[in-house]
């Protein structure tokens, strides 16, 4: 039993029925196990990164206010999201345009922008605050606008005019008073074009810390769903601490495969205010904290960092076979949270990355990655 499975854990009763009716029908594959290292002889070794642009802010265009994403398009396009805006850049870092519209007109934001999708020839905007799901071409125009009559939780991928979603399932809470780290679950759910919600019999848990005071509660995130879309079926996760990546095949609806590795946690050594409650401080970190695709590969970042080296990044196939193991030379990656983001994002030999510099003033680096 893990850190977080031994802590309380609360499930709902209504998930049990679904549960119910979906076993039989529905079966999950057996997580691939793959040893502590991989089979590469060059494992362990440091690609080089060689700095070709940096994005700062400039006056009269746009402002890095909160980035807290980045994601590049099948043109070589770049964007940065923002809880109030999607800035474009082209495949030169040349500034766009902001594609986020605020107000509340067809097509418009007043809620923070929660998840985006960037597709071949259209993007996916998400507001889980005002339950707004918002379609717009490459440019920013107005393809359609759609309100959600209920809360679908975080945006996955989107396939055949469906919409995957991880919902939160409305359970048991814990009692009044009893503060601590906590999984919940959330059940993965389609949102079609008729404004239908399926739900399907896949459970991902997630993890939070509940803090209760007099007269108020307040809660954090530990950890989250992070997808990427390896093509337009293919939606590579994962949701839980401890590493564990699941496979989503858009088409059907199901967890095709899930895979892991041995893995040695990283404690979380992040030090707290005084008086900080002990029992909502994780023991370590995330094992993993950003999902990149590059030549067929998937890239796991994870959250093991060495101060001459950087930080280690896992090499899987497709199949989730771990073939490989380097270590991408970044010291600036922010690691003062259980999640370590890392926002970055790759298109052909180029990583960008969102980077605070000793002002906490943020860039957007774009390197070139070397020999590989």
């Not at 918002?134 to 679908?152: E, F, H, M, Y």
Request: with cysteine.
């Amino acid at each position: 039993m893990n850190e977080y499975s031994a802590r309380r854990r609360f499930v709902p009763a209504a998930a049990a029925t679904l549960i119910l009716l979906g076993t039989t029908a529905v079966s999950f594959p057996q997580v691939i196990e793959n040893p502590k290292r991989p089979p590469s002889p060059n494992a362990g070794r440091i690609v080089p990164l060689k700095e070709v642009a940096r994005i700062t802010d400039e006056k009269g265009k746009f402002f890095f206010v909160q980035p807290i994403a980045v994601f590049t398009g099948r043109d070589g396009s770049v964007y940065v999201q923002e809880y109030k805006q999607l800035l474009k850049f082209d495949p030169q870092g040349r500034f766009v345009k902001n594609l986020l519209k605020r107000g509340s007109g067809p097509g418009e934001l007043n809620d923070n922008l929660t998840d985006v999708l960037i597709l071949e020839k259209e993007i996916i905007l998400w507001s889980s605050n005002s339950l707004k799901l918002i379609r717009i071409n490459l440019d920013g125009r107005l393809i359609a606008d759609k309100t959600s009559q209920v809360p679908l939780g975080s945006l996955l991928g989107t396939f055949g005019g469906r919409y995957f979603f991880l919902k939160r399932e409305i359970g048991e809470r814990p009692k009044s008073g009893i503060s601590g780290i906590f999984e919940n679950d959330y059940r993965l759910v389609t949102f079609n074009e008729r404004g239908e919600i399926v739900p399907t019999p896949v459970l991902m848990p997630c993890t939070s810390s509940l803090h209760f005071r007099p007269g108020s509660v307040s809660s954090g995130t530990i950890s989250r769903p992070m997808p990427l879309a390896a093509d337009d079926r293919s939606v590579f996760l994962f949701h839980s601490p401890e590493y564990l990546i699941k496979l989503l095949d858009l088409e059907t609806g199901e967890i095709v495969r899930s895979f892991k590795r041995e893995y040695d946690r990283v404690k979380y050594t992040v030090k707290t205010p005084p008086g900080y409650p002990a029992e909502l401080v994780p023991k370590f970190h995330n094992d993993l904290c950003r999902l990149l695709w590059r030549n067929d590969r998937l890239w796991a970042v994870t959250s093991t960092f060495d101060p001459k080296k950087g930080i280690l990044v896992d090499v899987f196939s497709r199949e989730g076979r771990y073939l490989d193991n380097f270590y991408l030379p970044l010291f600036k990656v922010r690691r003062n949270n259980p999640q370590i983001y890392a926002p970055m994002a790759i298109h052909g030999d180029f990583l960008y990355l969102l980077e605070a510099d000793e002002d906490d003033l943020i860039s957007l680096i774009k390197y070139e990655i070397g020999g590989n």
